[in-house]
T-cell receptor
Framework: DAGVIQSPRHEVTEMGQEVTLRCKPISGHDYLFWYRQTMMRGLELLIY????????DSGMPEDRFSAKMPNASFSTLKIQPSEPRDSAVYFCASSLTGRGGQETQYFGPGTRLLVL | GDSVTQMEGPVTLSEEAFLTINCTYTATGYPSLFWYVQYPGEGLQLLLKATKADDKGSNKGFEATYRKETTSFHLEKGSVQVSDSAVYFCALRYNQGGKLIFGQGTELSVKP
């Protein structure tokens, strides 16, 4: 299996621009997660989906952030407009429902975002 | 609320030294516990897990035991290698739903 695929791997943009991060989960997985990692705040869960439906978006920092999952094999995280404080590594992860906590989250390689 | 606390890093050890990274948790129920590892420039990978009290997870020479009485899940390895240099994350998750709660991560640096 190819694992979780994220694109782009690196993104440099200017403040105010729209940024779209993409994720392809492992085929057959029914959970998808978006995380953000910074030195100051560590690893934060932004939002997660189950069967393409958003379950918990309480970690989304503000209205500038939005996430969609139009089908089981694709998700996007959009920032509009972007700000320098959004600079971070954004990870996507997926998992498959198993019995009694057996499921494992598999992480993608991350997208390194720098907003100037 | 539920939370995970790890010992602060960085932890610097010489090759073949014994490793302990402390992890304690606060939870209202009976979560599953995990250790993830992040090598430089990569995403997180599951290292080991335990789903109930007294379970021991182990992988690649690392092990951790789910201690309900002390709400702990300390990571240990008897002899570390330079290739173990990474950031280690402790996490918990309830059996229902998929949300992981991570600790802040502990950086390990192993010197030859």
């Amino acid at each position: 299996d190819a694992g979780v695929i994220q694109s782009p791997r690196h993104e440099v943009t200017e403040m105010g621009q729209e940024v779209t991060l993409r994720c392809k989960p492992i085929s057959g997985h029914d959970y998808l997660f978006w995380y953000r990692q910074t030195m100051m705040r560590g690893l934060e869960l932004l939002i997660y989906f189950n069967n393409n439906v958003p379950i918990d978006d309480s970690g989304m920092p503000e209205d500038r952030f939005s996430a969609k999952m139009p089908n089981a094999s694709f998700s996007t995280l959009k920032i509009q407009p972007s700000e320098p404080r959004d600079s971070a590594v954004y990870f996507c992860a997926s998992s498959l429902t198993g019995r009694g906590g057996q499921e494992t989250q598999y992480f993608g390689p991350g997208t390194r975002l720098l907003v100037l | 609320g539920d939370s995970v606390t790890q010992m602060e890093g960085p932890v610097t050890l010489s090759e073949e030294a014994f490793l302990t990274i402390n992890c304690t948790y606060t939870a209202t129920g009976y979560p599953s516990l995990f250790w993830y590892v992040q090598y430089p420039g990569e995403g997180l990978q599951l290292l080991l897990k335990a789903t109930k009290a007294d379970d021991k997870g182990s992988n690649k020479g690392f092990e951790a035991t789910y201690r309900k009485e002390t709400t702990s899940f300390h990571l240990e390895k008897g002899s570390v290698q330079v290739s173990d240099s990474a950031v280690y994350f402790c996490a918990l998750r309830y059996n229902q739903g998929g949300k992981l709660i991570f600790g802040q991560g502990t950086e390990l640096s192993v010197k030859p």
